[in-house]
């Protein structure tokens, strides 16, 4: 269907050019002679009139260009390319659209970039992954050239379990309909059985904090994704870490550490339960010093706008090639590392920012990037680049209302938080559902919950770790177990909040929920904002 349509337009523009050929040969044949002008055109004009034409086809041709049709390429193994669809009114969904699949190339991923119209249900069942930037116009309308999608997509049957997706929905909160369309498209790609790769992101008024952490959520489809430069920078402030602890000694997974931060001036900012820390991770210093040596550049060498050197290696990528001692060279291809994000443990009142992590590992051994700095190149008393971000899609429900918490892993940070912060408001009624492997050694927080349960804090505490013997083997067993107080507990008015996997816990949850209370009551919890996840 797809490739008669595109036959159907070449064919179309060779008629309208041969159509405008023809006029133009006729119009000459009319006015050939010299009566045809009163006066003839001084050679300048003719000049001018030349390079008007010839800046007219240089604008056909580019616009065709950046439209024309790509050739469909097959990434590895033959799996085919990552669609990238946008749907746009004033150009921006399209730029970010440009973007991310830009961010997606230099990461070794095939793409196939597509405004919205030019989707077909052919498309959609042939790709594996797609990514869909949608912007919203009007009072919650779709832009003009989506219409045809909705129109010849959106209300035809379809069956889409094998696609993996996600959304950024652009948007303005002064308006009710606040990223509507994205939320439509959303909604229709779950109805349809596809599966999301990470909930919607929605971005206000161009908001470069959103717009960063939908960078950072592409790193799911591949590491290389994660390494890419952000789009725009943080404004990092300088923090200092304090304290930090491995949780989980002799554990079968990788090590789990708890940080303590505390700004190096001033008091502790506030911030809310959910919110994110953005962390600037930093090469370490026996690396840049290898690396300088190895390449020819004294310690105090400068870059050409008087910063030092192996400062600002410390937080770029480095290079793997470069002419010795070329220091003009370099400083045009350092690129800088990308940020990093991590659920905030704690609330203001404890005092700290408290950071809950796992040491990652590359393939080849060494730690990860953001793991490594934060847990192995760093001791108390260093600096550490920090940023605060809102994430008002996981901020606490109001104070009256039940709330029910699951999730698993390093999960538990972002819930330990909202614990806290119900607490700090006097909110008794919580329940607690969380999996790891052992109890012995991965029950993170393990005693200070339980000392909440005690003090009537966690009205239900239910653990369950995989590796031990018990009646349930994951958090989303013991939670259908429960289904009757679940259905108890939504009817009373709880929001679920879910912080943990995404894959594996996060998908097996969200079908317990459908199960139990059914698909237009889960439905409806998502509507209300009273079913919310920030897995990865």
Not at 52 to 62: L, R, S
Not at 241 to 267: C, D, I, M, W, Y
Not at 431 to 443: I, P, Q, S, V
Request: aromatic share 8%; with cysteine; proline share 6%.
């Amino acid at each position: 269907m797809s490739s008669n349509r595109s036959l159907r337009a070449v064919l179309g523009n060779i008629g309208m050019i041969a159509t405008l050929l023809l006029i133009a040969f006729l119009l000459l044949r009319l006015h050939l002679g010299e009566s045809w002008w009163l006066t003839s055109p001084l050679p300048a004009q003719w000049w001018s009139a030349l390079v008007a034409t010839a800046i007219y086809a240089a604008a056909c041709f580019a616009l065709w260009w950046r439209v024309r049709p790509r050739k469909e390429e097959s990434g590895n193994d033959g799996e085919p390319p990552v669609l990238v669809a946008w749907a746009s009114q004033t150009g921006f969904a399209q730029q970010l659209a440009e973007r991310t699949a830009e961010s997606l190339r230099a990461a070794g991923h095939k793409t196939r970039l597509r405004p919205l119209d030019q989707v077909d249900a052919a498309m959609l069942g042939s790709s594996r992954k797609a990514l869909f930037i949608a912007s919203t116009t009007g009072e919650g309308d779709p832009p003009d050239h989506a219409l045809a999608f909705l129109s010849r997509v959106m209300t035809q049957p379809a069956a889409l379990p094998r696609l993996q997706y996600a959304v950024l929905a652009l948007g303005d909160r002064t308006y009710d309909q606040f990223c509507a369309f994205g939320h439509q498209l959303d909604d229709w790609l779950r109805e349809h059985r596809a599966q999301p790769l990470f909930d919607t992101v929605e971005v206000d008024n161009a908001d470069p904090d959103a717009l960063r952490h939908w960078q950072q959520l592409l790193g799911q489809l591949g590491s290389k994704v994660a390494d890419v430069p952000d789009w725009s920078a943080p404004a990092y402030q300088p923090w200092r870490l304090q304290e930090r602890q491995a949780l989980n000694p002799g554990s079968v997974g990788g090590t789990v550490f708890h940080l303590k931060l505390h700004p190096q001036e001033g008091s502790l900012p506030a911030w809310q339960a959910g919110d994110i820390a953005e962390i600037g991770p930093h090469q370490s210093a026996d690396a840049v010093a290898h690396w300088m040596q190895a390449n020819g550049f004294a310690a105090t060498a400068l870059l050409p706008d008087g910063r030092l050197l192996h400062e600002v290696l410390a937080v770029s990528y480095l290079p793997e090639q470069i002419a010795s001692g070329d220091i003009t060279g370099l400083n045009a291809t350092l690129k800088p590392l990308p940020h990093r994000e991590y659920s905030i443990a704690s609330m203001p009142s404890d005092g700290t920012l408290q950071l809950m992590l796992r040491r990652q590992l590359r393939p080849d051994g060494t730690p990860g990037l953001a793991s490594g700095w934060l847990c192995d190149y760093t001791v108390p008393g260093d600096a550490i680049d920090l940023r605060l971000r809102s994430n008002r899609n996981f901020h606490p429900p109001q104070v009256d209302a039940p709330l029910i918490l699951i999730g698993n892993g390093t999960g538990i940070a972002g819930l330990r938080a909202h614990l806290r912060a119900r607490i700090d408001t006097g909110a008794r009624r919580n329940w607690l559902l969380f999996g790891e492997r052992n109890a012995a050694h991965d029950f993170h927080f393990g005693d200070e919950l339980q000392k909440w349960q005690r003090e009537g804090w966690i009205e239900h505490l239910d653990t369950v770790f995989s590796r031990d013997e018990g009646p349930f083997h994951y958090v989303q067993d013991a939670l259908a177990a429960d289904a009757l107080r679940l259905r108890e507990w939504v009817e009373q008015g709880a929001t679920i909040l879910v912080c943990g996997s995404l894959q594996g816990m996060a998908p097996a949850v969200d079908a317990v929920i459908i199960g139990a209370l059914g698909s237009e009551a889960h439905e409806a919890l998502r509507i209300a904002g009273r079913y919310r996840r920030d897995v990865y």
